[in-house]
């Protein structure tokens, strides 16, 4: 796992291996702090005793049977306020490797990068930004992808495994995943953005669907239509349309 890859042109070609550690997004940004950390370095673990979820929550995985890793990259060329663009090409390419692997047709994106197998999460990514003037100068993408591991604590998670009954390389589904976010961040950097865009909501779980959501403690019926520049998701509710952040709304059904 420690070897550097050879097929990407710019991300692992620097591995940092750990068999333990707290988090690899907190080990990222130390390393960054303290040390020339090269652009595309990996910090990878078997193991994450302390690992950090979306919306402060946590992240625990069994040890050895996943990938949980964190990429370090130097965006320059995007605005802050364009850091959803970033969103956008980490869920696609790690979408794109589970639909590699399952060869399921239903592996979608749940606003704004959770990645489903039908109506189960296989993935997570927690994106940790620090910014330079107007600039994202250094970001931290961590990555939690569901290979091998067959029970979760949860009913709403599954893996490879549990899609396939395969068990999977782990370096084999690292190497494509670094492949896939070199591609998306290449197309990204040479002005590919309104093919993302539309490739992005082209993948999104519920959009153009009535369902159950919940906002401002109160469910209610909408449909997604898309999302803003910002990366807001907007829903249209009784025939208007509203925008909302990650911490405004749940999907209820
Ligand atoms: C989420 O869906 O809540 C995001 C989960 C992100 C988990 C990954 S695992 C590797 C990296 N290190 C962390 O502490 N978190 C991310």
């Not at 320059?76 to 060869?103: C, D, G, P, W, Y």
């Not at 970001?139 to 998670?157: P, T, W």
Request: hydrophobic share 40%; net charge neutral; aromatic share 10%.
């Amino acid at each position: 796992m420690h070897k550097i890859f050879a097929k990407p042109l710019f991300l692992g070609k620097h591995i940092v291996y750990l068999p333990e550690c707290q988090s690899t997004n907190e080990i990222a940004s130390k390393m960054a702090a303290t040390s020339e950390l090269l652009e595309g370095s990996v910090i990878i673990t078997d193991k994450q005793t302390d690992g950090r979820g979306q919306r402060g929550n946590t992240w625990v995985t069994e040890a050895g049977k996943n990938l949980t890793f964190s990429l370090f990259l130097k965006p320059s060329f995007l605005k802050i306020s364009e850091q959803f663009n970033m969103t956008m090409i980490i869920s696609l390419a790690v979408r794109e490797v589970f639909e590699k692997f399952s060869h399921s047709s239903q592996v979608q994106i749940k606003w704004p990068n959770d990645v489903y197998i039908a109506d189960r999460k296989c993935a997570g990514i927690l994106i940790e930004n620090s910014l330079k003037g107007n600039k994202l100068e250094e970001m931290v993408v961590g990555i939690g992808m569901n290979i091998n591991q067959g029970n979760f604590h949860v009913s709403q998670a599954t893996s490879l495994f549990g899609e396939t009954g395969a068990e999977f390389e782990l370096r084999d589904v690292l190497e494509e995943t670094l492949i896939a976010i070199e591609k998306y961040y290449l197309q990204l950097k040479n002005s590919g953005l309104h093919a993302i865009r539309s490739n992005y909501l082209s993948k999104l779980m519920w959009k153009d669907e009535w369902h159950i959501f919940e906002a401002a403690g109160k469910a209610f019926n909408g449909k997604i239509l898309g999302v803003d520049q910002i990366g807001r998701l907007i829903v249209e509710k009784d025939k208007n349309q509203y925008a909302f952040d990650i911490k405004e709304i749940s999907f209820l059904k």
